[in-house]
């Protein structure tokens, strides 16, 4: 058909099948794994696993991963775990800087990207033990929220819509802490002069300038906690359905309810809308400009603004993680 150009009339290279019923799945599904091998290769992608060893496709299978649809095809589960949530991810960053109607055509490729890799990790269980170790680690290991385990963080929360064992009141403290770590490389972008701050009464005074460089991190935070929590929901076995009996589209309820969602998300102005979204109490002033001085001390021994920050600060392999879990 030589068809070469996605709805938004842009190029691509790879494609992959997606889930329509399952006698589609039986035949398109071998050719899944065919295109994620070629989608690593090509791309000269790397994927961490539990541990947080990096995995090249010139690798060797994962001896404890290793799924096969027949003696010649064969895949590394931490590809398809990479893939999916990247990708998922990714849709959402989309969404969340498109135009309402073309937000609507990104859900309904949210939730065939969804479908398929749901039907991934029933027909591969080790798919999800590799999920479940991953957010274990994350919420257990400090080391494990760090850059070098977790290099994308929106990727540990689309782990969340595969997971039956853990959800987002799990992980929340860590991963707030985490991404006020990481907001910090942004903030000093902007406003170098802030590490040299210690006192939170002085630190009050950015409270306003410190929301604008992260509101998008901030919304883009929502946005996925959004779709692990209201598009998909508690019940995932029941979502499944109701897209099975949509062949794998969202129905127009949740169509219609989406729109007024991500203009809601879209409308946050303050520190306080964030935490009233995230339906978790705000801390007064003080309490935030103290939180802020604590992310900062952390981001600079985690080694995450280097180039930024001229003194001297610990390496992140110097970091005593026992430490850093306490405070």
């Not at 950015?206 to 998008?216: A, D, H, M, N």
């Not at 219609?256 to 705000?282: C, M, P, V, W």
């Amino acid at each position: 058909m030589n068809i070469n150009t996605t709805v938004w009339n842009e190029k691509f290279t790879f494609w992959l099948p997606l889930y329509i019923n399952y006698k589609h799945w039986k035949k398109s599904s071998k050719v899944l794994i065919k295109q994620v091998n070629n989608y690593m290769y090509s791309n000269d992608r790397q994927c961490h696993d539990e541990f947080g060893k990096k995995y090249h496709p010139d690798n060797d299978i994962h001896e404890k991963g290793e799924i096969c649809h027949n003696n010649e095809i064969k895949v590394n589960p931490y590809y398809i775990v990479d893939i999916y949530t990247t990708f998922m991810t990714n849709i959402i960053v989309d969404i969340m800087k498109g135009e309402t109607h073309l937000s609507l055509k990104v859900l309904e490729g949210f939730c065939q990207i969804y479908r398929t890799f749901y039907q991934l990790t029933l027909d591969y269980p080790n798919i999800k033990a590799i999920i479940d170790e991953k957010i274990k680690n994350f919420i257990k290991k400090p080391q494990h929220r760090h850059k070098t385990y977790t290099p994308n963080l929106g990727n540990i929360l689309m782990m969340l819509t595969i997971s039956e064992e853990y959800s987002w009141t799990d992980m929340r403290k860590h991963y707030l802490e985490e991404s006020g770590d990481r907001n910090i490389m942004w903030i000093l972008k902007t406003h170098p002069e802030i590490n040299k701050i210690t006192e939170s009464s002085k630190m009050v005074e950015y409270l306003e300038k410190i929301f604008k460089v992260t509101s998008v991190g901030k919304k883009l935070l929502l946005f996925n906690l959004y779709f692990v929590n209201q598009v998909i929901g508690d019940d995932k076995h029941k979502f499944i359905r109701t897209l099975d009996n949509n062949y794998g589209f969202p129905t127009d309820e949740l169509k219609t309810q989406f729109q007024t969602d991500i203009s809601s998300i879209n409308g946050i102005e303050t520190h306080n809308d964030f935490y009233k979204r995230l339906d978790i109490y705000a801390p007064n002033n003080e309490i935030l400009a103290q939180k802020i001085i604590f992310s900062k001390e952390r981001s600079n021994r985690k080694g995450y603004n280097k180039g930024i920050v001229t003194e001297d600060v610990k390496k992140e392999k110097e970091l005593d993680w026992e430490r850093v879990e306490k405070e």
